[in-house]
């Protein structure tokens, strides 16, 4: 046995279903470790299927083609380090997902997860079938356990695995993003590492998924969980452990530490890394959207400028007879800052041809929120026919206190393909802007300082459907909303609970009742990237028809 061993760790970026793909960064990866003298290579979890699969994975044509992918990999990466590597296996009728050590030209060994995650936007006991906790894998160094992402959130397999002789413990993960959970995946990883006394490596995903973001954040902890390591937020990389043998056993020589960026800006960058992955991975080039001259727009552009260019970015002014002249050179100063293509098309004409073509039908009726949504529903029409002349994907707006309370037009602004803030609370947006136009970071594409004019931050929010229009005419102040939904939404709390608070009751059972009046139009809404552990999709799901209101007092 060597007293010093070399772990490359690759914090890569995967995409769903693309084998060969996935099967060629971990070659690279594989090279950069032999380049470097590493004994191992180590990639995250399920990597070579890219990561989450959903129910692709219960395609048997699929499991097969990546089991081959990765006795493939093993032939191409015989002479050099050993490679470690996430993907399916079948093991009779059951389907597991395992961690493959390829060695010497053959897959030379497997772990299968054991605690397998059911919540959230996890649902691995639909999927695959629990394994049997397996002892370490042995090296040229250490004996090394594996651990496979939730497997290590709990005590057994890392107990088990270091009571079979592991002397470190290396966890590969696909673990998406919510806001501040850095803290709470490390808290456990050194919980693990106190309760075994050996080092420990964690390696991350990273990338775009649908919803989801791996924000990568890799690390190694030795005893007592002294951080040796940590790599970058956010983006792909690749950075080599050094572990030595001594007296104490084994130890992980410090390496680079990358800090990692407050909560704002781990949001930003969440959303502009998961819209350029969906645009690039879905094989869209170009995006466009509505820009109204309101904060939420204006954001929306910002972030798609950063995530793919202001070049592939095209913002369309579609002004009715309601909309100021201060929401037209809001949006004008917007798309002048971020140098992207801008063209307006006025729908007054479309609208007032929709109502002489309904004039018949509603003759006697009062104008109502009818007529508002026809608005709004003209633009999404012009807008999807934009797109699809132009190759472009529509992007929608609509924040998440919109998004709840079912503030937006179904088939009118709800259209699009991709909702980069629908997991971003009001408030949270013009704290973001604030942020986005006081910082500037080099993976972002669009130009630096104010691209969110103040004017448009500090004027109060309205959706110009008609004269002299203001969102809190049919809404709570968007500060009280927001406290509202936090509780009802993100926290499950009960009526009692937010008039406990300090909310008004009434206040408090309009909201419910928005929430959950409001269900169909989610069920029907454009995927957007998840921000919060209780963003609207996988993280709560609710029935469409819902009778029960919460009538605790």
Request: hydrophobic share 40%; proline share 6%.
């Amino acid at each position: 046995m060597t007293d010093h061993y070399r772990i490359t760790l690759a914090q890569l970026n995967p995409t769903v279903g693309d084998l060969k793909g996935n099967a060629a960064k971990a070659r690279e990866a594989w090279r950069q470790g032999r380049d470097a003298g590493a004994q191992m290579v180590a990639l995250p979890e399920m990597f070579i299927t890219g990561y989450q699969t959903q129910d692709l994975i219960r395609r048997k044509g699929f499991i097969l083609a990546a089991v081959a992918e990765i006795a493939a990999l093993a032939e191409a990466c015989a002479d050099g380090p050993v490679l470690m590597i996430g993907g399916p296996a079948l093991e009779g009728v059951k389907l597991h997902n395992s961690y493959y050590m390829l060695k010497d030209g053959a897959i030379a060994g497997r772990a299968d997860k054991y605690f397998l995650p059911n919540f959230n936007v996890f649902d691995e006991v639909r999927l695959f079938s629990r394994g049997q906790i397996q002892g370490p894998f042995a090296t040229t160094g250490p004996r090394i356990g594996t651990p496979i992402c939730e497997d290590a959130w709990y005590p057994d397999v890392a107990e088990a695995q270091v009571e079979s002789g592991a002397e470190v413990l290396l966890v590969p993960n696909g673990s998406p993003y919510f806001r501040d959970k850095f803290a709470v995946r490390l808290n456990n990883m050194v919980a693990r590492v106190v309760e075994n006394d050996v080092p420990l490596i964690y390696v991350n995903m990273v990338g775009g998924q649908d919803d989801q973001f791996f924000d990568g954040g890799s690390f190694v902890l030795n005893r007592h969980g002294k951080m040796a390591l940590q790599m970058p937020f956010g983006e792909e990389a690749v950075a080599h452990v050094d572990l030595t043998h001594g007296a104490g056993g084994w130890v992980a020589e410090e390496g680079d530490f990358a800090r990692h960026p407050d909560s704002l800006e781990q949001d930003y960058r969440a959303m502009v890394e998961t819209l350029g992955d969906y645009c690039r991975k879905a094989g869209f080039g170009k995006v466009l959207l509505g820009l109204s001259g309101g904060i939420d727009s204006a954001i929306v552009a910002v972030i798609a400028a950063d995530a793919l260019g202001p070049e592939k970015v095209r913002g369309v002014m579609l002004p009715s007879k309601y909309t100021s002249q201060a929401s037209l050179d809001d949006a004008q100063r917007v798309v002048d800052g971020l140098g992207c293509h801008y063209d307006t098309v006025p729908i007054a004409g479309p609208v007032d041809a929709v109502g002489e073509a309904l004039a018949p039908l509603f003759e006697g009726r009062a104008p109502d929120l009818t007529e508002e949504n026809i608005q709004s529903r003209m633009r999404g029409l012009l807008l999807m026919a934009q797109s699809n002349k132009f190759g472009e994907m529509l992007l929608t707006t609509g924040n998440k206190s919109e998004v709840a309370v079912g503030y937006a037009t179904i088939y009118g602004d709800m259209a699009g393909g991709y909702n980069p803030i629908k997991d971003l609370y009001k408030t949270r947006v013009f704290d973001i802007c604030r942020w986005r136009n006081a910082n500037h970071r080099p993976w972002m594409k669009a130009p630096a300082g104010e691209m969110i004019p103040v004017s448009i931050i500090d004027k109060p929010p309205s959706a110009e459907l008609r004269p002299d229009q203001r969102d809190d005419d049919s809404l709570p102040p968007y500060d009280i909303l927001d406290g509202i939904l936090k509780m009802l939404v993100d926290d499950e709390s009960s009526v009692a609970d937010c008039v406990a608070a300090g909310y008004a009751r009434e206040t408090v059972k309009k909201v419910e009742h928005l929430i959950y009046v409001s269900e169909y139009k989610r069920f029907q809404s454009a995927p957007g990237t998840r921000l919060s552990n209780r963003a609207f999709w996988l993280d709560r799901r609710y029935p469409i028809v819902n009778r029960w209101r919460d009538d605790s007092v």
